[in-house]
């Protein structure tokens, strides 16, 4: 029955099981005969026990002896005294034993298969062992594999210290020029950071003032200094946009910005915000009853009230932010240029064409039409307006927080600038095979009124990866990010949208390229302003070497002097990560290799090291290439000759809020992510991190133009300044102030961060671009940052990492040393941030209170407050 017995050929009947034939066997002559009547084995045997039950072969014949024994033993006495007539012995019964303790047994066939599998696994694991360690032999011999494997090690940038006084809260605000940051710091001029030194017990926080009042705001005054006029929330213009408040000063010990500069874009750095000054006027801090949110109500509120002082609360249930903007545009129409009339589409005639013609429209449909009307009151403008276009998907998670952003947007560029900016929503519909909007304008209506907030319904419109994929057919894909990313999709084609989007409201000269998890704590119309007017201010020389690196004061020095050393490394070269070796003869050639100079770099001398610099339109190599290029502009003199004057006044085709970098030589992933070009050729190129942007029509149209006759494209974040490259447009990065969570050495970390060639960004494969963008999570601007969430939400009063919260902010912890985040003293109060860009944000999810059955409070606003 062993393995060998095994025969799988054998018949069905012969593989049955062998079970041994019941035998009766006689009784012995000298047992006493039982008379009829008497008792047998089964009348004594319990009913329990069965011999049916029983499978065992060697049972048989002790049943039989026991049960004769007992039989006679029991019957003897009844045999003396009764003769009944003599009848044949019925023949001994079984013995029935105990069931087993198992009920069932596995087939002999099933035992065989399980050791046979069982032994093949064990000689196959020994093969695979035998054949492992011959390769392994076989590769340490040929020196394949290193003989002293040690563990990975952590980058640099996670053994520095964690930074804690960014969570200071409003009782320790302190004036500016008191503040002593406690990051970065010079040893031997500031020596160590000792720690705050306000007696939080003993003081209370300062009072809020409304920034529309602070000296340096951003923000148009009047009718009689900017000619704009006042935009309220209702029809009636009853409700006002309350302002938003801010304190004098820092939180003691609050850290400097390590990249960029307050003082450069004129913003205000010597203020802060908490987060009911920040969102209190749109909602935060009062009930849902009163037009709030249901938000809060935790954490430390001291002081919270007097957002609510000027101006009461506002229900925005009631708002609906298309017709706010539409009348607040009205209001002001004469500050800007007029509105150009559609012309009329050539698919077919729609009968009510003309008859509502919008007056403001009508006005400058032509000079022959001007002419004829009669001149108005107010004299048309010239000034150009804005589109802010936020990008969403219909099934985005909306959340309370979300909605106190985009109120935020709304009311502080549209309706705080009279009209120059409107804000839109751009939104994806991801499946537009379930859901047909393009065949039905009642199904496009649906799904925005299903998914997007009703307050935001009327500012959405819709697009889809079908749509783009009809407009701009022929494209060829490289699926440089795979099967699921293809280049019409959102991921590599999202500039698709804002192309099209641009080619259907031509009432915009620009577009600011928004995202919906960017937050910036102070208030958005002083950001946007300033960047755009310190971008129209940059001169063209050396412009785009400026932009491909981070300028960090506490290295560079003052803008100037970073300006004359990019003009110097430039012209001459600098020893970086990428040439250190080309003095060696032997390894000057596998650097050249590795950087692999392309177009656009400039490299035209036997010194590699020296750069061409950019000077009006860096075209494709292929004239085959070039694509309505005669009105591109053309530089008025010679680089040399140029003293920073060109491009001095004129507006930047695109503003970036990061480097735009060479990705020629990078390990970027998405460096070769274009196509369409002659020959598969790459062009010159360049790349921004982070798509957030000012684009001008005039460069939309180019990239909506070149994609649809040219075919060309490149991934979203390279395309924009790509084509700018191309024709000579004005493009510039504008360095915002950027915070680190850790206490980085300032030198090392500029050393990493403009790693590239000649002290750039990009340009080489030692670029932080590719490989080294880890070292980027620590701040609080960068695609996959973590300390920018982390920062959001503890100043929201969200615990994180379990630091922070309600607890943090209302009790001082005496055992607190202040060394590390955890051990802080707290009790400071909320937080208080300076203005700065975070990004991401991420589904910020704070607690609601609902008062669910009671009739909702109208809250009226008193103009004249």
Known sequence: MGLTAWNPFRARKARGPRLPLYRGVPSSRRRTRRPPGSPTKERYSDSDYSSEDSDDDDTTDMSDSEGSRRTSSSASSAAALIHPPRRPAAPPARRRLPVRPYGYRLPHKIMRCLCFGMISTLIIFILVLIRASHLENKRLAEGKVPMDKKPVVPPPWEQFEFLTRYYGGVKSVVPLAQNGPQYPRLEDIDGP????????????????KAFAEYPGAGLPRSAEDDGIHECFLDAQNTVRVPSIRYLEGRPDGFPDNVLGSYELLSLPEDICFDRFGRYGPYGYGYSVRAGGLGLGNHGDKAGAEAVWETTKQVDWRTVDWADAQRRCYQTNAGRYKPLEVREPSPRGFYIGDGLETSKLATRSASPEQTAQEPASDTPQGAMPRTAVVLRCWDEFPWNEEDILNLRALISELSLASGGRYDVHLLVQVRNDGRNPIWADDDEYRRRINDTVPREFQGIATLWSETQMLAVYQGVRDLWTSGPDL??????????????????????????????????????????LSKLENWAREQPRKGLWERNARFYMPHVHGSWEDFKQMVRVQTEQGAVTADNIWEKVPDKAAAAAKLRRPGPGSGSTTANNNIEKPIWGPERPQNETDWFEHTSDPTPPTTYDRDRYTWGVGEEADLVTLSPIFDPEGTTWKLADDITGYYDDAKPPRRAHIITASRLSRRLLVAMHRETAFKKHHAFSEMWPATVALHHGYKAVFAPHPVFVDRAWPVDYMARVLNAGRNGASGGARSSVYGDREHNMRGLTWFYNAGFSGNLYRRWMGLRVNNDGGEEFETVVDPAGDGRTVGTMKGGEGRMCLPPMLLHPIKEVKLPVEREEGRPPVVVESDPAA
């Open 193 to 208: 950071y000792n720690g705050t030194q306000v007696d939080i017990e003993k003081k209370t926080a300062p009072p809020s």
């Open 486 to 527: 293809p280049v019409h999709g959102s991921y590599r084609g999202l500039q698709m949208a804002m192309q099209l989007f641009a080619s259907q409201h031509p009432e915009y000269e620009y577009f600011w390229q928004w995202e919906m998890d960017i937050r910036y704590t102070g208030h958005y119309h002083d950001l």
